[in-house]
Nanobody, 120 residues
Framework: VQLQASGGGLVQPGGSLRLSCAAS????????MAWYRQTPGKQRELVAL???????NYADSVRGRFTISRDNAKSTVYLQMNSLKPEDTAVYYC???????????????WGRGTRVTVSS
């Protein structure tokens, strides 16, 4: 199983970006999917999480500006980021809790990260 993130880049303050993360390989079922971010010298922090059912969760710092969504048919999670601020600059990582076969335990997988830079 692999998670491939894409969509990062350089954007001006106030701009928008859309990140994508596709899971591939032997996948039976995906539970939650999420986005984290990390800046140098700081711990990785949760940005947004979307469960297979139920409500999404957002960090206070991004609530109202970012929207997480998923396409189950494509095993893909998205992060629409609007009104970007310089403090959103970070490497963004996706993760997913999934199982490859019905009797397998749930496991968490991480993508390699995509860099987002918000600067004028």
């Amino acid at each position: 199983v692999q998670l491939q993130a894409s969509g990062g880049g350089l954007v001006q303050p106030g701009g928008s970006l859309r990140l994508s993360c596709a899971a591939s390989g032997n996948i039976f079922s995906i539970n939650f999917m999420a986005w984290y971010r990390q800046t140098p010298g700081k711990q990785r922090e949760l940005v947004a999480l979307i469960p297979s059912q139920g409500t999404t969760n957002y960090a206070d710092s991004v609530r109202g500006r970012f929207t997480i969504s998923r396409d189950n048919a494509k095993s893909t999670v998205y992060l629409q980021m609007n009104s970007l601020k310089p403090e959103d600059t970070a490497v963004y990582y996706c993760n997913a809790q999934l199982k490859s076969r019905v009797l397998d335990p749930w496991r968490v997988y991480w993508g390699r990260g995509t860099r987002v830079t918000v600067s004028s």
